[in-house]
């Protein structure tokens, strides 16, 4: 999903969190679940791709159009997840808990949305493990020619998010690159 539209659901679930709960740990956890996730992005674009190009909009179409290489991603991980909720449950501490409701909000998201731009869709992708095993190499899950240049401004493209060249691919079920194992993120899965 576009970082504006994980802001606006991040948002809108915070809201609703803290009108039901007066919880502020509860809330400030999903803040940091739900949007502050994508911070891994940032970790992977200096330490992984070595970009050095620090201006918001660069870093955004970096990702949006599909460059990146690798995709270490440590946050966007079934397997981090697993391992929050078992903390959660030790500790029950309201802030984790938190964190663990935004990271169940946001990773579908990214699923579905990040998904549609993939054949194959993005399933596997999100576990740890699977990128791992595919040595965080981004065009083991998808094929970055696919995704159109954004030649727009930074807001539309930060709500907007990716897009295909050809919108009528989206059917297509073939994967353009070779998949992992029987499963198959690349504009770079975000
Ligand atoms: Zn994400």
Known sequence: MSPGGHLVTTAAACGLVY????SAALTAGLLA?????????VFDYIIFE?????RPSAFLRYYLEGKVRRVVLP????????L?????????????????????????????????????????FYSFAVRAR???RAERFADPRRLAP?????????????????PGAKADRQPA???????????APR
Do not use: C
């Open 33 to 41: 679940g739900g949007f502050l996730i994508d911070i891994d992005h």
């Open 50 to 54: 070595r970009q050095r190009d620090l």
């Open 84 to 124: 929050l909720i078992v903390l959660a449950r030790a500790g029950n501490w309201d802030w984790l808990w938190g964190y663990v409701l935004g990271m169940a909000l946001h990773l579908p998201l990214d699923i579905v949305f990040n998904g549609r731009l993939v054949p194959g869709g993005l399933v596997h």
């Open 19 to 22: 009108a039901g709960t007066g």
């Open 75 to 82: 946050l966007h991980s079934y397997e981090l997840l697993a």
């Open 150 to 166: 954004l030649t727009e401004n930074f807001w539309i493209v930060f709500f907007r998010g990716s897009r295909l060249k050809n």
């Open 177 to 187: 690159v070779a998949p992992l194992s029987t499963a198959s993120h690349g504009s």
């Open 134 to 136: 595919a040595g965080f």
